[in-house]
């Protein structure tokens, strides 16, 4: 049974930074796509940032471009995204996201097949 569990949420001012971890169980996240997604309260679910298997070739929401970093670590199986100089604008659930199968080419940010069940970031003015 695939799981992914979210952590690293917290508060932070605005300007601040966190970074969060998803633990992976169930399957080898190294060789899918996996991304960070968000949903503030009241808007819908938008892509943050994914990477690629092997290549390790990322994508970025252009809101975040130069802030946030996504990453991973294949012997932990754990991806990870680091998100400094936060906005208020971005508090929301944060949720780790992984794809069941991989094709090739690299994973463009879309909406994968497991989902974990989010950690709370929230950013004060």
């Known amino acids: 049974q695939v799981q992914l569990v979210e952590s690293g949420g917290g508060s932070v001012q605005a300007g601040g930074s966190l970074r969060l971890s998803c633990a992976v169980s169930?399957?080898?996240?190294?060789?899918?796509?996996m991304g960070w997604f968000r949903q503030a309260p009241g808007k819908e679910r938008e892509g943050v940032a994914t990477?690629?298997?092997?290549?390790?070739?990322?994508f970025y929401a252009d809101s975040v471009k130069g802030r946030f970093t996504i990453s991973r670590d294949n012997a932990k199986n754990t991806p990870y995204l680091q998100m400094n100089s936060l906005k208020p604008e971005e508090r929301g659930m944060y949720y780790c996201?992984?794809?069941?199968?991989?094709?090739?080419?690299?994973?463009?940010?879309?909406?994968?097949?497991?989902w974990g069940q989010g950690t709370q970031v929230t950013v004060s003015s």
């Open positions: 990477i690629s298997p092997g290549s390790g070739v990322t």
């Open positions: 996201s992984g794809d069941s199968q991989f094709l090739g080419g690299e994973c463009e940010i879309r909406e994968f097949t497991y």
């Open positions: 169930g399957y080898s996240f190294s060789t899918h796509c």
